[in-house]
């Protein structure tokens, strides 16, 4: 019997995690009865009773896994570490705790798994939120999409159901910091999507404060495409153009209209020191992102430190 994994990062998600665990398992058992179902739960260091009620779902489920953080490791290394402990002949690398991604095309993605794709991605067409960040969120994955080699398209998200084979060329890439929604077409293989419509949150409010949804994007940037140095290379180039161009039309008009200036030279010197300060500030910044991003690279330390494993029986992936 093939194995399908399923993998859900939590972080205080107390109030729909039950639901979450529930629904997955009657589409399986409805379904899908001809598969095995392995559930695994990331928790993220909870502070509510989302581990305690985990805890009472595996007590009664051995289908179902928990991964417990000994910190709060971010979403997309949490995830990401739940995705390496799968053990399924296919994995749904993202289901989302308070269900925004639909659960019930998981039985579609299986089928168009069955048929020979590697990767069967969902497409959010349509977005149940706020005009303001439908908008930011469009413009970001339009420019990824645009500036990365890898052809991506717009609207793809975390989840997707991937084949072993995929799963296990992810595991070949030692980044600290990984960008699956990217990184499982980076490792190639036959793909189809399906549009959907993403869903607004049932309960609370999103855990992924604003900073982080920032840090997220720049990752995505930094990772997977040389837009921004090649901007600023671009940049600077006109730059130095357009100053140059400007210093000579400046002294062209001091010879002719110098002695009307009481002091000539001293707003353009001004308004450069300025430009050029604020120029290389912005680019020194910029650098300093693919620097961290080598920095973290080059200690290649585990995505996330567990605390503990529950309800795993055998040897895992190491």
């Known amino acids: 019997m093939k194995r399908i994994s399923v993998v859900t990062p939590c972080y205080n998600e107390e109030a729909g995690i039950s639901e ?10 409805k379904l899908l009865p001809g598969y095995e179902r392995e559930h695994i739960f990331c928790d993220n260091a909870s502070t509510d009773r989302t581990l305690e009620i985990l805890k009472d779902i595996v007590a009664h489920d051995p289908c179902a896994r928990i991964i417990v953080n000994a910190r709060n490791f971010g979403p997309l290394r949490n995830n990401y570490n ?36 590697e990767i069967v991605y969902g497409i959010r067409a349509t977005r149940e939120e706020g005009w303001t960040m439908r908008s930011v969120r469009t413009l970001y994955y339009n420019l990824l999409t645009r500036f990365s080699d890898i052809a991506v398209p717009p ?42 419509r993403w869903r607004a949150r049932k309960y609370g409010v999103s855990k992924n404060r604003l900073s982080a949804l920032f840090d997220q994007g720049m990752n995505g940037i930094i990772t997977f495409t040389t837009a921004p140095l090649r901007f600023a290379l671009i940049t600077g ?19 002719v209209f110098y002695h009307k200036l009481a002091e000539p030279g001293i707003l353009t010197l001004i308004v450069a020191a300025f430009f050029f300060g604020g120029v290389q500030l912005f680019f020194t910044g910029l650098i300093g992102e693919y620097v961290l991003a080598i920095y973290a690279r080059v200690r290649d330390k585990p995505a996330v430190f567990e605390r503990e494993r529950i309800n795993f029986t055998g040897p895992t992936p190491d």
């Open 155 to 196: 609207g793809v998200g975390d989840f997707q159901l991937v084949d072993r084979r995929v799963v296990e060329a992810m595991r070949q890439i030692r980044d600290n910091y990984p960008f699956m929604r990217m990184m499982t077409f980076e490792c190639g293989g036959r793909a189809v999507g399906i549009p959907y």
């Open 82 to 117: 739940g995705v390496m402990a799968a053990t399924g002949d296919a994995v749904l690398l993202f289901m989302p705790a308070d269900l925004q991604d639909p659960p019930e095309l998981i039985p579609e993605f299986v089928a168009l798994w069955e048929q020979g794709y």
């Open 20 to 29: 979450c665990h529930a629904t997955i398992k009657a589409i399986f058992d």
């Open 237 to 255: 180039f006109l730059a130095a153009t357009l100053s140059l161009v400007y210093a000579v039309v400046n002294l062209l008009f001091g010879f």
